[in-house]
């Protein structure tokens, strides 16, 4: 609209202008050179206006003369640039599709035609890395380090193939430098974090968190609870040797992560050496709210040293109210209660384990309460440990395929920080659903919880009495075995006929002969 506003308003100050100027007529004259040129003004001003459109043609002609060697050579280039760009593209295409020779070849291509560009260089390493050139990679990444735009690529192309050959210090240091030129690259960071924790360097790893805390790198949950691992573990390193400084730390840890369960148990177990029983139980407490933890148990029980046995079993009471009989608190209250000789409260309160999902965890204990009872090596103590070994694992802490009884900051596989997740571990092969009966059991019905076993009855053993031998000249004929006396409730039939306790002999036929093994024997020969 304003480009049509203006054109009209210079339309109307050119027709102004020749209507003023055929009212005011004038003559223009001119001379040079003894020459007197004499016009009217409005031929003089269509002369004017004819001159400076031909020296413009004229200028512009010369201009482009004068310009053409340079934009031949631009537009060269520019072909160049194309051919480079597509042969770019047809060798990121290779890349992705796994074609090694056709990766290569059009990274020769995009980098003859496009020289140092970045992608170009990218291309070639990418190209060398799927075809096993790794010096060929280690190349091209090293000439992305020399520009500044290319720094950090170069560095992480440098990084991954350090960690490929093993080299874990040099890679360290490539991500060390990465992280100095860009303070927010994530890899170059997380890298850095890695190996502090992979030196139990705790200190500096807190640093590289607060630093990709700043730097949003990461969200608030995740940093708190990178922070509450890392001052986990350097507390347990300090428990030793600095119990105030590891005190300090494992209360930070349990502010920034109540459910944390490591942080819990060191901060309940150094207060309880303080003597400070009521933050130590609370502490325990609001960690057992959150999640019921053997460990946490194994505190809570051990908070005032010297406590007799009626005492333990009355706190870990107390654990199964908070958590609303937990199986946790079940497995609590019967070790408690097998120490204080509570046979029957014991088994009482594994019953319903028992009955609803048994585990290894709960046949184990059941098998030490008969030991205990009934010294080591009883039946029903047997039978106990023969159902663990076909019942479901207990939870624990796992990692990477790492299956572990104590926690630990980082897995072992990955070097990964905060890795270990308390769940229970998969099953690798799959096992009998049922426990295998014992060899005097009735096998189990398919489905329902398996009973727990009868009473052990003491049965005395019967005494065999041995016939005489034979004399040597006359063979005697098979002695009957005596009948045994049969305790009552063995379950043997009394009313067998007598010839059921007959023993009878039993011949074995000799084995036959082999072809291969009696050379000597005469083979059937074969009728044509």
């Avoid at 177990?269 to 959150?290: N, Q, Y």
């Avoid at 046949?363 to 009872?373: D, H, K, N, Q, V």
Wanted: with cysteine; net charge positive.
């Amino acid at each position: 609209m304003w480009r049509a506003l203006a054109f009209l308003a210079l339309l109307a100050l050119a027709a102004y202008g020749a209507v003023w100027l055929a009212d005011h007529p004038g003559v223009v004259s001119v001379s040079w050179g003894g020459v007197d040129v004499a016009t009217s003004l409005n031929a003089a001003l269509v002369g004017v206006l004819v001159l400076a459109v031909v020296l413009g043609f004229l200028w512009s002609l010369a201009r482009g003369v004068l310009r053409l060697p340079r934009r031949m050579r631009a537009s060269s280039h520019e072909r160049r640039r194309t051919r480079g760009f597509e042969a770019l593209s047809r060798g990121m295409v290779a890349v992705g599709s796994g074609d090694p020779a056709a990766a290569r070849r059009h990274a020769g291509e995009a980098e003859r035609l496009l020289g140092s560009e970045p992608l170009a260089l990218l291309l070639t390493a990418q190209a060398a890395q799927i075809s096993g050139d790794r010096a060929g990679a280690e190349r091209a990444f090293r000439r992305m380090t020399e520009a500044s735009e290319t720094r950090v690529l170069g560095l992480r192309g440098l990084f991954v193939e350090a960690r490929r050959q093993g080299d874990e210090a040099t890679a360290r240091a490539y991500a060390a430098e990465a992280s100095r030129l860009a303070p927010g690259v994530s890899w170059a960071n997380e890298a850095v974090m890695e190996a502090q924790c992979a030196d139990r360097d705790w200190a500096g790893a807190l640093e590289t968190v607060s630093r990709r805390a700043a730097l949003g790198l990461a969200d608030k949950a995740a940093s708190r609870r990178q922070r509450a691992v890392l001052l986990t573990a350097s507390a347990q390193e300090l428990e030793a040797g600095d119990p105030e400084r590891a005190l300090a730390q494992a209360r930070e840890a349990v502010r920034l992560a109540p459910d944390l369960v490591p942080a819990a148990v060191v901060a309940g177990r150094l207060l309880s050496r303080r003597a400070e029983l009521k933050k130590a139980a609370r502490v325990i407490e609001a960690a057992w709210k959150a999640g019921p933890h053997p460990d946490l148990a194994r505190v809570y029980l051990d908070l005032r040293p010297g406590d007799s046995s009626r005492d333990r079993l009355a706190r870990a009471e107390t654990l199964a109210r908070l958590s609303s009989w937990h199986p946790e608190a079940r497995f609590a209250i019967a070790r408690a209660a097998l120490e204080a000789r509570e046979f029957g409260r014991a088994r009482d309160v594994l019953q319903p384990l028992l009955a609803e999902s048994p585990t290894q965890r709960a046949y184990l204990l059941m098998a030490e309460i008969e030991e205990t009872e009934h010294g080591r090596g009883s039946g029903r103590a047997r039978e106990w440990l023969s159902r663990a070994a076909h019942a479901p694992r207990d939870p624990a802490w796992c990692a990477d395929g790492i299956v572990s009884d104590r926690w630990a900051p980082i897995s072992p596989v990955s070097g990964r920080l905060d890795a270990f997740v308390w769940q229970t571990p998969p099953e690798l092969l799959a096992g009998r659903s049922q426990d295998l009966p014992l060899p005097d059991e009735e096998p189990a019905p398919a489905a329902g919880p398996l009973p727990a076993p009868a009473p052990e009855a003491t049965v005395p053993r019967p005494v065999r009495e041995e016939a005489p031998r034979p004399a040597p000249a006359a063979a005697a004929p098979p002695v009957a075995a005596q009948a045994a006396p049969t305790p009552a409730g063995n379950g043997l039939d009394t009313s067998a006929p007598p010839f059921a306790a007959t023993a009878t002999p039993v011949v074995f036929p000799p084995p036959k002969p082999k072809e291969d093994d009696a050379p000597f024997l005469e083979r059937p020969r074969r009728v044509v």
